[in-house]
């Protein structure tokens, strides 16, 4: 069962998600017959807002497989909270690190209009985004930056959370080290000049591109997490991204250039992931830049993946 963070009066909760109904762990505890109360599976009197101990890797992890076996066969639970009313929030609050992928679907790179070479003669290109400035929950608002309001762009991506620590893993190992998978929009500046009456110099055009993915709000996540043991491959999953309705990014993470263990293989080479880090695993075609169509305030984003579920941010 998929798992969220959300808002209770102020406070970050734990439950279980589905599109119409979230339910509180402590209430599905209640129901069950079990403390209301869980921690990590450490026996404290609190409940712990953290999903990390849920997830695969997670000290948790068995009760709560335990605990939503038996909420899906008692069906509906008294205590539950309608979706739509609630307020989400970011699967991971502060992850240590925030990687993404550009490039890693060749139709991406073809509509900027450059060319994809085959796996073997490339390796994956790398960036990071500040966490703490740029995630934002689901439901909250993209906020148009006033130094560069007019090319800001779109970018579905499936976000994979590592569960356990990781260093130097091979592909074949690699997937035993994730926690679950998320939906991330990378949100992006596609012309961001900085002091745009400067002198050029020969590295302004990758640090204006790199520039342009940092504003504040640049990565919405959520809306919740499926636990990596809940999906055998992550390079099955439909991936489809509306604005305003219509859908501008139709595409399966099949056609990933590297797959997600191959890209936690060639980060782990040479970064220590830690639980809780976010790598977003870049993005198919359909961007705006490669049509001539940017976000404007009063625009709603859908950002969906097949069985994980639809992050829904508005622009202003």
């Not at 402590?26 to 990590?40: E, K, W």
């Not at 008294?78 to 502060?94: D, F, K, N, R």
């Not at 002198?199 to 790199?210: G, I, M, N, T, V």
Request: proline share 9%; glycine share 10%.
């Amino acid at each position: 069962m998929r798992l969220c963070r959300y808002e209770d009066q102020g406070t970050p909760r734990v439950g279980f998600y589905t599109e119409h109904r979230i339910i509180p762990l402590a209430v599905a505890a209640t129901a069950a017959g079990l403390p209301p109360l869980l921690r990590g599976g450490q026996g404290g009197s609190e409940e712990t807002d953290s999903l990390l101990p849920y997830l695969p890797g997670g000290s948790a992890r068995r009760q709560i497989i335990e605990l939503g076996q038996q909420i899906e066969s008692a069906g509906s639970i008294a205590g539950s909270i309608t979706t739509s009313e609630a307020q989400l929030l970011v699967p991971v609050p502060s992850p240590t690190k925030l990687f993404l992928l550009a490039g890693n679907y060749s139709a991406h790179i073809e509509e900027g209009g450059g060319r994809a070479e085959e796996r073997a003669r490339t390796f994956p290109y790398v960036f990071m985004k500040p966490p703490l400035t740029t995630l934002t929950h689901p439901g909250r608002p993209v906020k148009i930056p006033a130094v560069s309001p007019d090319h800001i762009d779109w970018e579905l991506e499936l976000g994979v959370i590592i569960g356990r620590r990781c260093q130097g893993v091979k592909e074949s190992d690699a997937l035993d080290y994730v926690a679950g998978y998320t939906v991330v929009n990378d949100i992006s500046d596609r012309k961001f000049r900085p002091n745009p009456g400067r002198a050029q110099r020969e590295k302004d055009s990758y640090f204006d591109w790199l520039h342009g993915k940092w504003h504040d709000t640049f990565c919405p996540m959520g809306p919740c997490v499926l636990p990596a043991d809940e999906l055998p491959d992550p390079q099955t999953l439909k991936l489809t991204l509306k604005v305003n309705g219509h859908v501008e990014q139709d595409a399966s993470t099949a056609d990933m250039v590297f797959p997600v263990a191959a890209v936690i293989e060639f980060i782990s080479s040479f970064v220590t992931l830690e639980p809780g880090d976010i790598i977003s695993t870049g993005t198919p075609s359909g961007v705006g830049a490669a049509k001539g169509k940017f976000l404007r305030p009063g625009d709603r984003l859908e950002a969906a993946i097949e069985r994980i579920g639809v992050l829904v941010n508005p622009v202003e």
